[in-house]
């Protein structure tokens, strides 16, 4: 089964899930994002950030019985204080990971609002914003994720807002060396 198809069926799930009001929204992140916005990138997993509510840590355990619901096995990985990732759910759908990524911060949430919905084989998939996507490979700040951001810049975007975005999120400085290398 392609990769799209696994994400069309983990989309119904989440769809279902955000019905029962156990999220309020989700949104495509990581490599099929990228791919989205117009930067063919390979990938063989599915990254989603998932909203529960502004009281994300409180929700965690309704979230796992609905996805048990669904016919998964999350297991749950907890960063530390300071972990761009405090909250990681991995579960597996037909041998493809998909790794969900709690939203703890309020500009996590907006993202997830402000996500764009695509059309993937009559599914209507959202996708985080092309600026906090942006923003959000520079925040992580791996290899992979600085490729991806730089490659980003170049597919446009609303500078200013990636400029405010990376403001608040302290990652300007990075922003700044990103935008001097591609000219």
């Known amino acids: 089964m392609s990769l799209e198809r696994n994400l069309e069926e983990v989309v119904r799930c989440l769809n279902r899930i955000k019905r029962q009001g ?12 990228v791919s989205t916005w117009g930067f063919p990138r390979g990938t063989k ?11 994300a840590t409180h929700r ?29 759910v991995k579960i597996t759908h037909k041998d493809v990971p998909v790794d969900i990524l709690i939203a703890t911060r309020r500009w996590e949430d907006e993202a997830v609002e402000r996500a764009v919905k695509v059309d993937f084989h009559g599914v209507k998939v959202p996708v985080v914003p092309l600026e906090y996507l942006i ?10 994720d600085l490729l991806d951001a730089e490659e980003l ?5 609303d500078i200013e807002t990636i400029k405010g975005l990376a403001i ?3 990652v ?5 060396k990103l935008r001097r290398k591609g000219r």
């Open 22 to 33: 156990v999220i309020t929204g989700y949104a495509l992140i990581g490599g099929l994002s």
């Open 45 to 55: 997993d599915i990254d989603l950030l998932v909203s529960l509510s502004l009281e």
């Open 60 to 88: 965690l355990k309704a979230f796992f019985s609905a996805l048990e619901g669904e016919g998964f096995k999350p297991e749950v990985f907890r960063g530390g204080h300071l972990d761009p990732v405090p909250y990681l």
């Open 135 to 144: 923003v959000m490979k520079l925040k992580s700040g791996g290899p992979r």
């Open 153 to 157: 810049l170049k597919t446009g975007g």
């Open 168 to 170: 608040r999120l302290r």
């Open 172 to 176: 300007d400085k990075r922003l700044d």
